[in-house]
């Protein structure tokens, strides 16, 4: 089992939730709330409205996300959602626990303001110009940055 942390479509309410939880593609299980220890750019980019975490540490904000634990082919299923490795590359990221849900066994639970690690889906692979976008602490397809993204059922 791996941990990953999400901070996109992939968070509950968002478009792509449902994903996370589709049994077709593996089992997860929600851990907990988070944020990045290390400040990153969160734009919103592309024909798609899609929210990018830019690899560019010491940038930007601390990220509002989610940490899940997935079994090895939901893992799977998110790096080929994920366009590993040439839209998005799978790393560990330090993140900061801000409240922890789930109770597993054999581990003592995390306590808000510890420090954990996952993976997360970030790019070191971007437009020149995506840097210097309006970046973001937590992302929302619904938010009022007027960005609406665009679910692949809906893309030509």
């Known amino acids: 089992m791996a941990r ?32 990045t220890t290390q400040k990153y750019p ?25 940490i899940y634990k997935v079994d090895d082919r939901m893992l799977r299923f998110l790096d080929d959602f994920e366009g590993v490795p040439a839209m998005y590359q799978r790393t560990l990221v330090k993140l900061e626990v801000e409240e922890w849900v789930a109770q597993t066994e054999g581990e003592e639970r995390p306590s808000a303001g510890s420090i954990t ?22 992302y929302d397809a619904y938010g009022g940055h007027g960005l609406e993204y665009v679910t692949r059922e809906g893309r030509d």
């Open 4 to 35: 990953v942390f999400v901070y996109g479509t992939l968070k509950k309410g968002q478009p792509n939730y449902y994903r996370m939880f589709d049994s077709a593609n593996g089992k997860t299980e929600f851990l907990a709330s988070a944020r």
């Open 42 to 66: 969160l734009v919103i980019a592309g024909n798609y409205n899609i929210p990018f975490l830019l690899n560019i540490p010491g940038q930007g904000h601390r990220i509002q996300g989610e």
């Open 117 to 138: 690690e996952a993976f997360v889906y970030s790019t070191t692979t971007y437009q020149p110009d995506w840097p210097s976008l309006r970046s973001y602490e937590s």
